[in-house]
């Protein structure tokens, strides 16, 4: 990274080198909160992602034929020297997603915590010895595809990229990685770190739009390939990969994720969780945000003005600043789309209970702000209450008896998270059955647990990430039979 005139200059690193486009162009990155120009990075085409395999596919040997332990220690070497830069990262992420200070932080310090857990696992990516016939020998053998791909959504840019890295070499690939192009810049910065701790080519980043990440979607040789985002660009690159080759996708993508809380629930728990489970703090801009939140008709009134107390009170301000609640959207496709939905949910009927503009002051008049915002009276045959709207807008139903809670939980194309909030062992036990989600909370919302595995059923996604299940999904299984006497 470099600065020119005030302006952050990333560049792409491409087999231990930091170069730029063979193309000579460049793709400008600004501040969400004031629209102002911070940064440009190279605009990665087809040609640069050639020589980005081309430098991980010469890399990939090499990093295969050594220990796991050894892998294992460039990994954790990778993590000290991340977070030696915790607080230039989280700065940088800050001004370049419009996340607040607070939360960056957090998002470098969980990344090191996922990268130090993928170490750990490697050792247990094991075959298995299977007892087909009494004189020969016949096991499994776990192997890495080579080169894989990897493209990563704005939210989480320096989190996801560094800790969805440590998944993917620790088999023993090598990787390209592709930034989401609305926040770029702390991949250039996670280049850098690698390429003081990890052998030049293991891992290469491609920065620009979308025909980088198509390109590598398209390559025929890179066999693996792993995405974060939305359900459309999910199914696109679906189709783009199949039209190449024979390839293993994963998929993580969007939500509409309800959190259902029944009367005998601690409404008090509850009522914190709804908005901390939609992630204000994210701007909402999270795919498990518990975004639907279904409230028994009995709490009703209880509930409710809990919820509409704390999102009075959170603060939207500039993204450095600890004090900020929350900052601005990530750019102004995204506040375009929120502010969309929020007049297409006023048309279908709902009633805007708080939010839904731009927050008072001047500070606010540039950048890409929302308040929190809430409606009730959402009924399930609103586009409010079925499609995702990845901003800060909360959606509240009622309820009255449990078949027609699951009913509307289910009524979505999503199927990422579930949060439930009752102490009824019985009914807990038929909602983690019925409910049409992936990864469940009962009385808890929004934390990952490690090594615990996260994905969606339905349009939210393939695969699951955050763990061993990860690990395995970075190898393919070879099948051996010794036939003996």
């Given at each position: 990274?470099?600065?020119?005139?005030?302006?952050?200059?990333?560049?792409?690193?491409?087999?231990?080198?930091?170069?730029?486009?063979?193309?000579?162009?460049?793709?400008?990155?600004?501040?969400?909160?004031?629209?102002?120009?911070?940064g440009?990075?190279?605009?990665?085409?087809?040609?640069?992602?050639?020589?980005?395999?081309t430098?991980?596919?010469?890399?990939?040997?090499?990093?295969?034929?050594?220990?796991?332990?050894?892998?294992?220690?460039?990994?954790?070497k990778?993590?000290?020297?991340?977070?030696?830069?915790?607080?230039?990262?989280?700065?940088?992420?800050?001004?370049?997603?419009?996340?607040?200070?607070?939360?960056?932080?957090?998002?470098?310090?969980?990344?090191?915590?996922?990268?130090?857990?993928?170490?750990?696992?490697?050792?247990?990516?094991?075959?298995?010895?299977?007892?087909?016939?009494?004189?020969?020998?016949?096991?499994?053998?776990?192997?890495?595809?080579?080169?894989?791909?990897?493209?990563?959504?704005?939210?989480?840019?320096?989190?996801?990229?560094?800790?969805?890295?440590?998944?993917?070499?620790?088999?023993?690939?090598?990787?390209?990685?592709?930034?989401?192009?609305?926040?770029?810049?702390?991949?250039?910065?996670?280049?850098?770190?690698?390429?003081?701790?990890?052998?030049a080519?293991?891992?290469?980043?491609?920065?620009?739009?979308?025909?980088?990440?198509?390109?590598?979607?398209?390559?025929?040789?890179?066999?693996?390939?792993?995405?974060?985002?939305h359900?459309?660009?999910?199914?696109?690159?679906?189709?783009?990969?199949?039209?190449?080759?024979?390839?293993?996708?994963?998929?993580?993508?969007?939500?509409?994720?309800?959190?259902?809380?029944?009367?005998?629930?601690?409404?008090?728990?509850?009522?914190?969780?709804?908005?901390?489970?939609?992630?204000?703090?994210?701007?909402?801009?999270?795919?498990?945000?518990?975004?639907?939140?279904?409230?028994?008709?009995?709490?009703?009134?209880t509930?409710?003005?809990?919820?509409?107390?704390?999102?009075?009170?959170?603060?939207?301000?500039?993204?450095?600043?600890?004090?900020?609640?929350?900052?601005?959207?990530?750019?102004?496709?995204?506040?375009?789309?929120?502010?969309?939905?929020?007049?297409?949910?006023?048309?279908?009927?709902?009633?805007?209970?708080?939010?839904?503009k731009?927050?008072?002051?001047?500070?606010f008049?540039?950048?890409?702000?929302?308040?929190?915002?809430?409606?009730?009276?959402?009924?399930?045959?609103?586009?409010?209450?079925?499609?995702?709207?990845?901003?800060?807008?909360?959606?509240?139903?009622?309820?009255?008896?449990?078949?027609?809670?699951?009913?509307?939980?289910?009524?979505?194309?999503?199927?990422?998270?579930?949060?439930?909030?009752?102490?009824?062992?019985?009914?807990?036990?038929?909602?983690?059955?019925?409910?049409?989600?992936?990864?469940?909370?009962?009385?808890?919302?929004?934390?990952?647990?490690r090594?615990?595995?996260?994905?969606?059923?339905?349009?939210?996604?393939?695969?699951?990430?955050?763990?061993?299940?990860e690990l395995?999904?970075?190898?393919?299984?070879?099948?051996?039979?010794?036939?003996?006497?």
């Amino acid at each position: 990274m470099t600065k020119t005139d005030d302006l952050i200059i990333g560049r792409m690193l491409i087999g231990g080198k930091f170069v730029e486009s063979i193309s000579g162009k460049w793709r400008d990155t600004i501040n969400p909160a004031t629209e102002a120009l911070i940064g440009r990075v190279p605009e990665g085409t087809t040609e640069d992602v050639e020589a980005a395999y081309t430098a991980a596919h010469a890399a990939q040997p090499a990093w295969a034929a050594l220990d796991m332990q050894t892998r294992a220690d460039y990994l954790n070497k990778l993590g000290d020297a991340i977070i030696a830069r915790t607080q230039e990262l989280a700065r940088l992420e800050a001004i370049d997603t419009g996340n607040t200070i607070g939360k960056m932080v957090a998002d470098v310090e969980k990344a090191v915590e996922r990268i130090r857990l993928a170490a750990g696992l490697g050792l247990e990516l094991k075959g298995e010895t299977i007892p087909s016939t009494s004189a020969g020998l016949h096991f499994t053998l776990r192997t890495p595809y080579g080169v894989v791909g990897r493209i990563i959504p704005f939210n989480h840019p320096f989190g996801f990229a560094a800790s969805r890295l440590a998944s993917a070499i620790i088999p023993g690939n090598t990787i390209i990685i592709k930034p989401c192009e609305t926040s770029p810049l702390s991949a250039c910065v996670l280049g850098e770190i690698v390429n003081e701790i990890l052998p030049a080519g293991v891992v290469n980043v491609v920065t620009g739009g979308p025909a980088a990440g198509d390109a590598i979607v398209r390559h025929p040789k890179i066999k693996r390939i792993a995405f974060i985002g939305h359900a459309g660009t999910g199914m696109a690159i679906q189709r783009a990969a199949a039209e190449v080759a024979v390839k293993h996708v994963s998929l993580e993508l969007g939500g509409k994720n309800p959190m259902i809380i029944c009367p005998d629930a601690d409404l008090a728990k509850a009522g914190a969780a709804a908005v901390r489970g939609m992630n204000f703090a994210w701007q909402g801009q999270s795919c498990g945000s518990t975004s639907r939140l279904m409230l028994h008709e009995d709490v009703y009134d209880t509930v409710l003005p809990m919820v509409l107390d704390r999102i009075g009170k959170m603060k939207a301000g500039d993204p450095l600043d600890a004090a900020s609640s929350m900052g601005p959207m990530n750019s102004k496709m995204q506040y375009d789309k929120t502010m969309e939905y929020i007049e297409i949910a006023k048309q279908d009927g709902a009633t805007l209970m708080a939010g839904g503009k731009r927050p008072e002051g001047p500070e606010f008049d540039k950048g890409f702000w929302v308040e929190p915002t809430v409606f009730t009276d959402v009924t399930m045959d609103m586009r409010i209450a079925k499609e995702e709207v990845f901003g800060p807008v909360l959606s509240v139903l009622k309820w009255r008896e449990i078949d027609e809670v699951i009913s509307m939980a289910n009524d979505v194309d999503y199927g990422l998270t579930a949060s439930i909030w009752t102490r009824d062992l019985d009914l807990t036990m038929r909602f983690i059955r019925e409910i049409e989600a992936g990864y469940i909370w009962v009385n808890g919302t929004g934390t990952h647990f490690r090594n615990v595995p996260h994905g969606g059923f339905k349009n939210s996604g393939t695969g699951r990430e955050e763990g061993l299940d990860e690990l395995l999904s970075y190898t393919e299984v070879k099948a051996v039979n010794i036939i003996t006497g």
